[in-house]
């Protein structure tokens, strides 16, 4: 098979940051997908419903007027955040979700939840209304190893938070390990998981042998190989619980090359040849749409794109290694291997 039309796929969890670089890594993302979902960490965090308003019409003008591309809006949790703005915003049609960041976990988590007492009610509104928390996976204990942030996560807060909150629809976010895979699982019809087209990639070792790869340290950290595994064969299984979503994550250069470098993978311009590739080495390319194009509406009670994308099978194509931003280039993740399906409609 050298040629695969799918349902045109949606980016479950993508970073488009603002300003030059928003205007600069949009292009990338709307090139190939028709939705995604935006992250809300932002300085200052996309927190109230206005502020979430404002920030779509900011991205509607980074999209170049060829493509067909919707953002999806998301609220950062915080332990303020007012009930009845949240679910005004979602009724108003400007939020799909709200993001839920243990403080201190990740990139601009400082105002995210400490103490999960204090978002209760926010909870219990969300699970009233139907509306999905997407959840970054990972305690932030000084004494859990950063390799057994999410195992210990799903223990002891997202297993607690769901029998507490019956009716409450989560996404695990960019699960990373096979605990995560088997709790995705055991989840039911309210339960997703997004896995990243890096976790499909890298293991720990891409990160830590031969040197320091900053461009390959994300959060949650990549773990062993088993846990790889683990993670191709749910993305490649069909099971519906299962989704693309990228954390295309941009950084400036300069700050992941740095002393103290920041977290992601900056995958939105090469996502899609290198999910062809890692499909078709798993011999699945039959769940490829499943995956990138389907599972994640299904999740979200949307429908499917009614528009198409082709990919062609051929010579190795060679992506660019950084894309230019006026501030500085931006590393674009390279898989370390050769890519042989491109996009061509
Ligand atoms: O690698 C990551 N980068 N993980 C996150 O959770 C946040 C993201 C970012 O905003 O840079
Ligand atoms: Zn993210």
Redesign the pocket.
Known sequence: MDRLTLRRPDDWHL?LRDGEMLRAVTPETARHFGRAII?P?LVPPVVRGAEAAAYRDRILAAIPESADFKPLMTLYLTEDTDPADLVAAHRDGIITAVKL?PAG?????ASGVRNFDKVRPVLEAMAEAGIPLCT?GEVVDSHVDIFDREAVFIDTVLDPLRRNTPGLRVVM??ITTSQGVDYARSGGEDLGATITTHHLVINRNAILVGGIKPHY????VAKREEHRLALREAATSGDACFFLGT?S???LDHLKENACG????FTATNTMSILAEVFEQDGALDKLEGFASLNGPRFYRLPPNESQIVLEKGAPVDYPAHIDTVEGPVTVFDPMMPLHWRVVE
């Open positions: 970073h992250m960490n960041y976990a990740t990139t601009n988590s970054h976010e960019h340290y994300c959060l949650p954390d994550a941009p950084h920041c977290a992601g993978c």
